[in-house]
């Protein structure tokens, strides 16, 4: 129930394309969704987070699409550049409590070729 | 500001022996959480700790353990390493309060030989 699964594992698009992450969790008190984007070397560094009241978040090129009912959402990385080559988490928790445990997705290795 | 500052940034200790990881969060932040990444289980919440008090825990054994000092400064210590404790042990922080936005440090690189 605690799990977050996401996909695909690896990911290679050409310079200008459209990545597609999607991630997929169990636990319906689940209300916050970030993802973070990781380099070599370097912690993870938050890209853009939802809650479950949208359906849909954009901030610059990235957007996550959100379906509550589905219990999935993904990030949409518009007019992709070499420069977001990178590991992308998604992650998951359940505000209020103050509680900070974030579920993660295994991650996916995206390249964008130039 | 600072960002979240671990140290050290490398280690390399042998089966058996014991480590202990630091961890300096944004100034004014109070819960500090610590994260284990690794290429197979990917990234695992550790523990998380709040004006000096565990708040959270996961499914780890109880040779992972951790404190924070009144100045939210956070330690984690592992105790007779394995091998399979190699990985990036991430530190991040927050203000604590009901928003779940953390900040990760660069993590500490630990090989257990």
């Known amino acids: 129930q605690q799990q977050v699964k996401q996909s695909p594992q690896s990911l290679i698009v050409q310079k200008g394309g459209i990545p597609i992450i999607n991630c997929a969790y169990e636990?319906?008190?689940?209300?916050?969704f970030p993802w973070y984007q990781q380099f070599p070397g370097k912690g993870p560094a938050l890209l853009i987070a939802?809650?479950?009241?949208?359906s849909e978040k954009k901030e610059g090129r990235f957007t996550i699409s959100f379906n509550k009912s589905a219990k999935q959402f993904s990030l949409h990385i518009m007019d992709s550049q070499p420069g977001d080559s990178a590991t992308y988490f998604c992650?998951?928790?359940?505000?209020?409590?103050?509680?900070?445990?974030?579920?993660f997705g295994q991650g996916t290795r995206l390249t964008i070729n130039p | 500001k600072a960002g979240v500052t671990q140290t050290p940034r490398y280690l390399i200790k042998t089966r058996g022996q014991q480590v202990t990881l630091s961890c300096s969060p944004i100034?004014?932040?109070?819960?500090v959480s610590w994260y284990q990444q690794t290429p197979g289980q990917g990234l695992q919440f550790l523990f998380e700790?709040?004006?000096?008090?565990?708040?959270n825990k996961g499914n780890f054994p109880g040779r992972f353990s951790g404190r924070q000092f009144s100045n939210s400064r956070s330690e984690m210590n592992v105790s007779t390493l394995e091998l399979g404790d190699s990985a990036l042990y991430l530190c991040?922080?927050?203000?604590?309060?009901?928003?779940?936005?953390?900040?990760f440090g660069p993590g500490t690189r630990l090989t257990v030989l």
């Open positions: 636990n319906t008190a689940f209300d916050y």
């Open positions: 991040a922080s927050n203000r604590g309060s009901s928003g779940n936005e953390q900040f």
């Open positions: 700790y709040f004006s000096e008090t565990q708040r």
């Open positions: 100034s004014g932040h109070r819960s």
């Open positions: 992650a998951a928790s359940k505000l209020g409590q103050g509680a900070q445990k974030l579920v």
């Open positions: 939802i809650r479950p009241d949208v």
